[in-house]
């Protein structure tokens, strides 16, 4: 895949109602997006199947929803206010903004992480580094630039009323984890899930949706004893590369990067991305990381709360090891876009664009078309329309040529499209077409959701 390859998929989200520029009537708004109709259908399939596979189906495992703003003593404690920071500098020419590892990896092909900010800014003054928007070689030097959002709250027992938007889902899971603990029965191991919004102030966000400020991440702290994090690891390792499955992304866009030691994050001692191969580069799709007991002690810690395990069983008190697997919901979609899409030469000279996605992700699972509009085929088609509806998200659209509604249907990843005809009044079937071989085939009314939902499973 090329770069090139992001446009036409940028626009079909576009026209197709998938997803929309943030506040585009105001000139838009950098680094936000919109989910439309069709893109919030996917989005919903994609976390639910994922609450199905991991919280609902499995019993070591529990769900919780916790809120956005947290005590703001707890990302003290996680090390956020501290270190999760970039390093920027500006242009003090034209004023871009840069992030100064991504800026020297960029133009000179060089490696920075671990640098500190003296060196960094060294490199940006003495070496070949200029500003991509405006040419000059002119910039301040290299600072912190910490990418937690806050916030003010009117509580006044916080220190200058700040508040911070969470970064991660993660924590608001460690803080409940005595809560889970003391009210669950959960024995070690087993994990919490949560499906939330974090927010980043990204300095050089971009790519479409691949990296935003505002996004939603698919969470599981997993609470083990030390001894056995390893074989944990291993363990999740091969679920994720399951779901990955689970919901159809080609086996040959993916990829293990392994994190090299002078890389991990600050609570991390061994993270292995997923990595998808997108039209701009390969690049990670989620995360798998041991992050040792370091989040439970600091709170600890800070809390002064005991964060202990009792096991009963052998009499010990000890705190949990935690493997974090981390799934994020946007960069999921992007890659189920660029995985399913396909301009398909026709025989007939013409291209078609489709998305193949897997069924069970699919927005619309079956399109009902009358061939005409004609109220004796209005009829029996709105009577399938609300039969069908019943078992899944199906649409009815009676609008334009038959050919342009199969086209927009192919467009938006509809498995099934059906048809009813002048034939179906006489011989009570319908033509049922298939998305990816365009077949055809007449099936009869009465059997048509049991067809349906055999072929859905598949
Ligand atoms: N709790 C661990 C954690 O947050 P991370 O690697 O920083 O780890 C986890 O983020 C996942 O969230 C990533 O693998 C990615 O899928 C998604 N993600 C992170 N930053 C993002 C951004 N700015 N925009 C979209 N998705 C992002």
Sequence with gaps: MSEDKLKPIVSLCKRRGFIYPGSEIYGGFANTYSFGP????????VKDLWWKTFVQQRRDLVGIDGPILLHPETWRASGHVESFNDAMADCKACKARFRVDKIIEEQLGKDVEGLNLSELSKILKEENVFCSKCGKKDFTDARHFNLMFQTQMSKTDLENNIAYLRPETAQAIFLEYKNIVDTMRVKIPFGIAQIGKAFRNEITPGNFIFRVIEFEQMEIEYFIEENTWQAQFDKWLDDMKAWCNLIGLKSDNLHLAEHPKEKLSHYSKRTVDITYDFPFGTNELYGLAYRTDFDLNQHQKFSKVSQEYIDTVNNKRYIPHVIEPTFGVERTILALICDAYEEEALENGETRTVLHFNKNIAPIKVAVFPLMKKPELQKVSKSIFDDLKNFWNVEYDETGAIGRRYRRQDELGTPYCITID?????????????????????????????????????
């Design 422 to 458: 002048y034939e179906t009044l006489e011989d009570f079937s319908v033509t049922l077409r298939d998305r990816d071989s365009m077949k055809q085939e007449r099936v009869k009314i009465d059997q048509l959701k049991n067809v349906i939902a055999e072929r859905l499973k598949g």
């Design 38 to 45: 069709y893109g919030t259908e996917l989005k919903k399939n």
